[in-house]
């Protein structure tokens, strides 16, 4: 190890978290890989290593055998300061090897207010921020992850950005990165062969022109880019790899535990959901293929709990085989077996039931609008009855903690919407009076607001954010409704939303703003304890920025929208006609109901949706 | 057999970073990786009987820890280190297991090796003086303590300490009192930051080697 690291280390927080070694980590013979890839995630190791996308990217390339791919974490403040004090620059966490030496950086980026760390990370890796800067083939710097949907405001920094699912796109690219290497291509020809790639968008083979209003004119490919970069998926996921050796952090990170990723994609069609809309067409995995894949993770890690992803469990057709076939290994090892994500609508006392012989956790709901017209009108299919009938059958169950999540500012929303979260906060407190098995234990509702933030691709992407001075109206208009002792009521901070909401619907613009966040320090943004609103507003003033140009301007639906490169499968007129319906609080089937003939389904070839 | 079982292990390189809690984590989750069903305690929340002997602080290295832990079934405990040192991260190697007849409470004392690293003075010089300076009859150090600060002599957990001139460092063995005092091997470089500046190291790290109940009799 690094004599100068080995000093530090004894002085920083959790110092496992920097060296590497864990169980299960892949080391490979570095004279014997031709590209050495530094997996970069722009947040801590211990988000990072929750990262179920990130361990499945991990060992896909790592199945190349001429690639080496490694674990590359953003510091955390005093490791950073030591590093910076030390010039120890970033490094990759199996070897320990600056990632300066590196063919790629690739950056898995999930959610906007991590922009500033990415800029970070290109820095202590000793690189140029902007592509421009960077003459050279190598490093290339890629990035993929939801906020691909949206590349603009990072198109100034990032090389190419891998649009959609990565499992075979990443490799397709190294393979051609392996070609390039070893033929010396310039960085030119590398970027202009690589966009030939399905779901590759090179930023900067895209001139994007302006109206005076600020409004984009046109975005116009050149050198034989694709006109639209149609996102990638994998349709069988049964027969993709799944890492059942995952590594087992030596240090506690958020999500530890096995993660069983039930299916891709969404049926329900919440308008205010990217999530929704971009991860389309629904793909299922087998439950045979689930159970085998989780008990062969389980042996290989000696974790003590399973959890299930998708956007619902509840849609996953196979739940409760799943479960039964799951449970039959769990229960006897004590292993847990935890469902986020369930709907009010359908959760079901047997399930219920069968959760509970492992462990009783809190029962969440994503109720998203006060009232019933809102939740029509953003197409969030749950019912005031659907809900209380759940609780009902918690608090009889012996539960006795719920939390109700909602957002404040939804396209529509009034303020007899609002009032209605703190009624149906009293509901659910009659119905644990008239049906608690226990009520000595009391009960504890919670109920949590964030700003609604308008998405790209998301049938909601041309309107308004509101402003942060209608946001707290509304989070006061709220608390002084709640008159309960036992309801508590959490808001999220309205501040953080508005930038997000710059940058979500960013153009390449806003780059300078981010830029210029990082100079003056900004970095992990994603924590309160380095987040500063002040750093941001200055920023976008000395650019030129107008936030309110960006988080609170509507959209003509004509408008040319900066991410309009991008296709992520949907018919944009599906999302005009939805956002049309939200003004009629009129609600459209979910897929398995009636097919909206979205769109994704020509991203399909061997299956079909949702089969 | 008796099922109260010992295990000695070493934990070195990159492993010595791993804090005392994440290690029983990780002993937890290797030995379900190797095929072991530890046994747990009964009650509300179970959890499993393991306890580690004198934990380490961070950064210290050891070829000498001691892991108690009882098993639900029998095993050979022959094939245990090898098979539970492939279910280890790196950096923690399994050396025996064998059942336990004597109680942790009894080691005393510990060897450890130590590496006092000085990068702009003389090793020879410091040898000397680092000498001169542990002879003294006693070593009176503040301390954080769970009630502010507090004074100790840290001499009498000293059983023996000698030093020799290295690479820009010096190298030291001691025998230290391992528990009833505890001395932690930092204070050794943190009694010279305190009373004798002049010779502290840029910066220290310990290994521990052997452990020795009161009589200076090898513990197992």
Redo the contacts between chains.
Sequence with gaps: MDQRLERILPRVQKPARYTGGEYNQIIKDKAKVELRVAFCFPDTYEIGMSNLGMSILYHTMNSLDYVWCERVFAPWGDMYEEMKKAGIPLYALESGDSTSKFDALAFSIGYEMAYTTVLDMLDMSGLPLRTEDRPDLLPVVMAGGTAAVNAEPMAPFIDLFLVGEGEELDNEVLDLLRIAKRENWTKHEFLTRVAQIGGVYVPSLYDISYHEDGTVTAITPKDGAPARVTKRIIENLDASPFPTKPIVPSTEVVHDRVSLELFRGCVRGCRFCQAGYVYRPIRAKKPETLVQQGIETLKNTGYQDVTLLSLSTSDYRPLPGLCDGLLEYCEPRSIGLSLPSLRADNFSMELMEKLQKVRKSGLTFAVEGGSQRLRDAINKNVTEEDLLNTCRIAFEGGWNSVKLYYMLGLPTETDDDVRGIAEMANQVLHCWRMYAKNKNRGVKITISTSCFIPKPHSPFQWEPQVSVEEYLRRVNLLRSSITAKNVTYNWHDAETSLIEAVLSRGDRRVADAIELVWRRGGRLDAWSDYFSVERWMQAFTDTGVDPDFYALRERPVDEVLPWDMIDVGVRKALLIKEREKCYRSELSPDCRHQCAACGAAKLLKEIRCDE | MSDKLRLRFSKT???V???HL?LM??M??????AGYALK?SEGFN?HPLISIALPLS??AASICELMDFRLREEADLTELPARLTD?????IEVLEAYEADRKCAEIKWLQIEGRFEYDERDPAQMTEKLREFFSRESIVITKKTKRGMGESDIRPSIRSIEFSPAEKAVTLKALISAQEPTLNPEQLAESLRQLYPEIAP??A?FTRIETYDKDMNLFR
């Design positions: 390189g990159r492993a970073y791993i804090s994440d984590q990780t937890q989750r290797a030995f379900s990786r747990y179970p961070v950064g279910a280890l991260p790196e950096g840029d910066f790290k």
